[in-house]
């Protein structure tokens, strides 16, 4: 399938929709809440789509394809995301915008970013203008077009900055002082989500990420800490670790995330919610637990740290549990070893298997677990 052939290229084609659509599923009559995901063809995005599609939304996508890939919409493909709601569009452009004024959702996720701290240090315009304008651009829309909520994805791994000594864990009342241009973009758009809701009313929320890993489709080796690990080990290659390794990280699994954005989409919450493990795990920890995954031998090589990363990051996520109902249920033990799997020939693993009884599936963890090439520290 080729990108530009479904829209022309001007990001935006299909006519306008009335909001609440009555649609024949399952033989009942039933309204169809209307989700738009920007990012959707991204990381998370691939996750995500496929999970609202599942729990009968109808759902549309805007994304420039600048990181995610048509592969990263294969799934929501497949469970049922129509193509003529694939929109080609920069968040940045009238047409980002025109998206929402045209399709016109009663919810917003809004996942697409730079979304890496490196380049963001390296060209900090262009972070700037795709993490703030993007945003304000879409808020604008959104208040516009009558948009019922707005959830963004924000970043628990930067928008405070270091963590104050004698804390364990950072909760959203924790001072912000970013030390990237990544996290001040993000905690600038945070605040720009807030603005709105004050001066338009409309509703908006940040869920404030901690690491997420998980299976991915794209192959970018060295830029996720976890997957550039399993695939150094599982290639007989020592894990490279960046500065001493004693920076910790929250870990979280891309489904637990998914499905605080599900249920974000279902309440009208509003303000920042730290979506984290509670769990801070040293990088050489994570070095370890990969060599014992793939039964390697322990040895670890370094390379220098990284320019603008903080040296611990830490989440109480109380107030999305307490909201939400959301807590993280994968540990990071069972996600490496499903990420580990394809490695490992014969095993068949998944994760998700000690989820409560009231936790959906993620319906994207039912297939081959690719490695996890991606992303890093957020
Ligand atoms: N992955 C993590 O660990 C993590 C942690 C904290 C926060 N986040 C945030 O979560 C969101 C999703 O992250 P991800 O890991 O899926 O990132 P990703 O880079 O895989 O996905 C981002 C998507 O946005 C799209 N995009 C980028 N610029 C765009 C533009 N100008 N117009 C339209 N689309 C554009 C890309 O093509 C891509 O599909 C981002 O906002 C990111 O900053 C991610």
């Not at 919409?73 to 004024?101: C, M, N, T, Y």
Request: glycine share 12%; aromatic share 4%.
């Amino acid at each position: 399938m080729s990108d530009r052939a479904l829209h022309g290229g001007n990001g935006y084609r299909t006519p306008p929709i009335q909001r609440s659509c009555r649609d024949r599923v399952g033989g009942c009559d039933r309204v169809r809440m209307r989700v738009l995901v920007t990012g959707g063809a991204g990381f998370i995005g691939s996750h995500l789509v496929p999970r609202l599609l599942a729990e009968g939304m109808r759902v549309a996508v805007a994304d420039d394809l600048s990181a995610g890939t048509w592969d990263g919409l294969g799934s929501a493909l497949q469970h049922g995301l129509s193509p003529d709601e694939i929109f080609i569009a920069d968040i940045r452009s009238p047409a980002g915008a025109a998206v929402i004024e045209r399709w016109r959702p009663e919810v917003v996720v809004h996942l697409a970013a730079q979304s890496r701290v490196t380049v963001s240090v390296r060209e900090p315009q262009h972070d700037a203008v795709t993490n703030i304008g993007g945003t304000v651009n879409l808020l604008d829309a959104a208040v516009r077009a009558g948009v019922r909520q707005f959830v963004a994805a924000s970043s628990g791994g930067t928008v405070y900055g270091e963590m104050p000594e004698g804390l364990d864990r950072l909760a959203e009342t924790a001072v912000r002082d970013p030390v990237s241009p990544y996290g001040v973009g993000k905690a600038a758009a945070d605040s720009y989500l807030h603005a709105f809701q004050r001066l338009y009313g409309l509703s908006t929320a940040t869920l404030l990420l901690g690491n997420v890993y998980g299976p991915r489709l794209d192959h970018a080796p060295g830029q996720d800490v976890i997957a550039s690990f399993i695939d150094a080990v599982s290639h007989g290659r020592p894990p490279v670790v960046c500065g001493d390794g004693t920076q910790t990280r929250d870990f979280v699994h891309v489904a637990d995330v998914v499905d605080a954005f599900t249920r974000a989409c279902h309440r009208g919450i509003t303000g920042a919610l730290n979506i984290g493990t509670g769990v801070e795990t040293s990088i050489v920890k994570v070095a370890r637990l990969v060599c014992a995954t793939l039964a390697a031998p322990i040895e670890i090589d370094h390379a220098p740290a990284r320019v603008g990363e903080v040296r611990r990051v830490c989440l109480d996520s109380s107030r999305a549990h307490a909201l939400l109902g959301w807590r993280a249920r994968i540990t990071l033990a069972d996600g490496i070893t499903a990420l580990a799997a394809p490695q490992r020939p014969g095993k068949v693993v998944t994760v998700g298997a000690r989820q409560a009884s009231n936790a959906r599936p993620d319906p994207t963890l039912g297939g081959p677990l690719d490695s996890d090439d991606h992303g890093e520290d957020h």
